[in-house]
């Protein structure tokens, strides 16, 4: 089954050093049967960038939980800054991983299922991640998504700015030359 894992770039950065990766819950966004009901039209393709979709909205939120634990920036540093390992602190990332095993969870989501085990970079299929100028705009998402959650439909804006950036797409051998570059 085909599974997009909501993650950050320094999840990605432990899935390579580790060659696996047990994301955060076994959280992870698939076509499922619930999925194809909610959508009346749509095919496997239009359905999957629906799953994948709500897997990068995710990692907004890990995003968020990764900022409320980092040090404050100083004013005078620039905009963006970096994470753990040094990695860019304002970048969503989805894993696109094939998995033997993964149970569906209407009570969270149409689209949400729980994965049975952890994700090796074997079962990897491709990576997506943001590129430099959507920064920014993750940025100002990753600080109003509790009020997105809650309803604030300013704050439904700027994710709407957010999600307007196109993940960029990397084959699994390209991942170390990417985390290098970053």
């Known amino acids: 089954m085909r599974v997009y894992v909501p993650a ?3 999840m990605l950065q432990k899935l390579v050093a580790e060659r696996e990766l047990t994301p955060v819950s076994r959280t992870a966004f698939a076509v499922t049967p619930a999925l194809r009901e909610a959508y009346h039209s749509g095919d496997d393709d239009e359905l999957s960038e629906v799953a994948m979709a709500e897997a990068a909205r995710a990692s907004l939120r890990l995003l968020a939980a ?3 634990e980092a040090p404050e920036v100083p004013e005078t540093a ?4 970096t994470g753990a390992g040094g990695a860019p602190r304002f970048r969503r990332a989805v894993i696109a991983a094939d998995v ?4 569906h969870r209407p009570d969270l989501d149409d689209a949400v299922v729980r994965l049975a085990d952890v994700v090796t970079l074997s079962q990897v299929a ?3 991640v943001d590129l430099a100028e959507a920064e920014a705009d993750v940025e100002k998402a990753v600080a109003v998504i509790d009020a997105a959650d809650l309803g604030d439909e300013d704050a439904e804006f700027v994710l709407g ?3 307007d950036h196109e993940l960029a797409w990397y084959a699994t051998q390209e991942l170390p030359f990417l985390l290098e570059l970053l």
Do not use: M, R
């Not at 620039?78 to 800054?81: F, I």
């Open 8 to 10: 950050t770039v320094a």
């Open 66 to 68: 990764e900022a409320s």
């Open 78 to 81: 620039e905009a963006g800054g």
């Open 100 to 103: 033997p095993e993964a149970k």
């Open 126 to 128: 491709s990576v997506h």
């Open 161 to 163: 700015d957010a999600e």
